[in-house]
């Protein structure tokens, strides 16, 4: 019997999971319109420049990790924290919380090991212009190409789906409305990352982490690989891009010493910037976790809009990708 041809939409975390699982049933896929696969999971010369960690209650993606045979290390968290204060530089001992955890290798390595598993190679440079849906098929049109479907599956975020798609027959307003509405998680988020010939921070007692309100780094932690010694930092909202790595690295050498003003690399990905993931509607900097978790089809139920936004529990982070793509199989 000839498997019914399903597209997805992107290949991030979301999208090559689904793909993954959906593969032995259907005909499956995977349009990206990025040179490179993994969405929101992005590497720079071992480092993550997007998310970075997972929690032990995050069962679904701690079992995805095993399943592919991936091993995770422990975020560095000894000794005192820094506070950067108007007032000057304070230490202090932050109460416990949950352990969180990284991939060896970067969060890359799991986004390899998915592709490794899919049966067809992901179609790269392939940015999605418009979804058509007559005679129970769906026609996917690319900038250079129209791939046919019975089903579509789109794991791009909320925002970018309304905003980059046209959609025959139009999405109704009130789902238009309901996507439109749904920030994207990382979508005016920008990180740093570090480079040093050793963690002399922790040398002296300090796990790297650090709270700051004069920036131009918000909050900074300890981001050491297996090979190089790192730390790495969100920017604050207020930051500005005129002489970026030199205020950073003034902020890391009051924070930690004279040893900091010494960097062997330096790293920047501003994800406001990227047109894959941010829309102009994300310029807002999130105030709080935004209150994800949504179920939206169209075309009749053959467009299914999902990914971490959609996911009912942790709806933002890695666990919430892949738990997105488990719901997700079970209804397809």
Known sequence: MKKKRVVIIG???SGLTSAVLLQERYDVTILEARD????????IAGHDMGPSWVWPHQKNILNLIETLGLELFSQYTQGLATYDAPEGVQHFR???TAPSYRIKGGISQLVMALEKRLETPV???QKVHSLTHS??????????KAYEADIVISTLPPRLAVESIAYSPVLPD???TQLQKIPTWMGYAAKCVIEYPDAFWREEGLSGFAVSHLGPLGEIHDACTQDKAALFGFVHSYAKYDNFEEEVIQQLTRLYGSKAALPSNFHLVDWKKEPYTSTPLDTEPLREHPVYGFSATHFGDRLIFSGTES??????????AVTAAFDLVKHV
């Not at 005679?135 to 250079?144: F, G, L, N």
């Not at 996911?311 to 919430?320: C, F, H, N, V």
């Open 174 to 176: 009130a789902l238009h």
């Open 311 to 320: 996911a009912l529990r942790e709806g933002g982070y890695l666990d919430g």
């Open 36 to 43: 490179r696969t993994g969405g929101r999971i992005m590497g």
């Open 135 to 144: 005679d129970k098929r769906i026609v996917v049109q690319t900038v250079d």
């Open 11 to 13: 290949a991030g975390l």
């Open 94 to 96: 932050p109460s416990q």
């Open 123 to 125: 179609h790269l440079h």
